[in-house]
């Protein structure tokens, strides 16, 4: 395993620790709502915390976006992306799907990933250009060409409706040209999915960074493709995200197309739509 890999190994599964033993007793938990429908509890906090102390034992002077403790030191080449707890809600009602997300960003590139599962054990890593691994197994994406026979994961907008129609409309789609869609709760870990080849395929409207960097990483390493709504790079950075096998992927891109609207287009897209159309007037927001 990469030396570097190994400390965030080491660091998810401490954060882990905390997070089962807390499981125990999530009625004791004290709970707070940071904003409508997104939780947060001190074990949240004290997982990342753990997770940074850890990664800065081993380098004092990489940068750090949490999704808990939010950022630092982002002038450096090397930045960490964590979500300690990636499934707080399932965590709170003791449905038993949550993970640790952790990804190394280096010069604007992902270079390691770590998605733990606690409740299985289930440890996902990949190091980009080495492969993506279940617990020290190598892990493919499925070769499952049609979207018609895939299993697809995916979530639901819960804290900002504006897109709800839009995506209410796009799983309709869906729901009638696959074989099946999944709604766990845990983009990190339906990400991770993916790359083990449990799922063909996922899609969601505005994650967080914290929520795919890691599992992203993965499903590149296992030979996915991971792209925003367009299938171009903006997925990071605007959170909308498709993810699969090759084939799948590009059968969700059609699937998807005819819903798009000028928000949820690529970053770059967006820019020459606008110059393009200026005159016309955006029917969905
Ligand atoms: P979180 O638990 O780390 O916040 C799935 O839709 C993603 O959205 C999850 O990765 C989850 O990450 C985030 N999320 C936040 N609040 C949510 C909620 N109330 N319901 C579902 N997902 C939520
Ligand atoms: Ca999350």
Not at 241 to 252: D, E, L
């Amino acid at each position: 395993m990469h030396p570097i890999l190994t400390i965030a190994v080491k660091a998810a599964r401490r954060a882990g620790n905390i997070i089962t033993r807390a499981s125990q007793d999530v009625g004791a938990l004290k709970i707070q709502s940071k904003t409508y429908n997104d939780f947060v509890t001190e074990v949240d906090r004290a997982a990342e915390r753990e997770i940074i102390e850890t990664l800065r034992d081993a380098y004092p002077d990489h940068g750090f976006i949490g999704e808990e403790s939010g950022t630092s030191n982002l002038e450096s080449d090397n930045i960490w992306i964590i979500d300690p707890l990636d499934g707080t809600t399932n965590f709170l009602h003791g449905f038993p799907q949550y993970c640790i997300s952790i990804a190394l960003q280096q010069n604007g590139v992902l270079t390691q990933a770590v998605v733990y599962d606690p409740n299985r054990n289930d440890l996902f890593t990949a190091t980009r250009g080495r492969g993506a691994y279940l617990n020290d197994k190598r892990i493919r994406v499925t070769s499952r060409p049609k979207l018609q026979d895939s299993i697809i994961g995916t979530g639901f907008p819960f804290r900002d409706f504006q897109h709800l129609d839009t995506y209410l409309a796009m799983f309709k789609d869906m729901i009638k040209k696959t074989a099946g869609l999944r709604r766990p709760g845990s983009a990190a870990l339906d990400l991770a999915y993916v790359a083990a080849g449990w799922y063909d395929g996922f899609w969601e409207i505005g994650l967080s960074k914290w929520d795919i960097a890691a599992g992203a990483l993965l499903v590149q390493e296992a030979g996915g493709i991971v792209g925003d709504f367009e299938g171009n790079d903006s997925w990071l950075e605007t959170g909308n995200i498709v993810a699969g096998n090759p084939k799948v992927f590009s059968q969700m891109l059609q699937t998807l197309a005819p819903h798009l609207t000028d928000a949820l287009r690529s970053k770059i897209a967006e820019k020459i739509v606008h110059t393009d159309t200026a005159e016309q007037t955006d029917t969905e927001e």
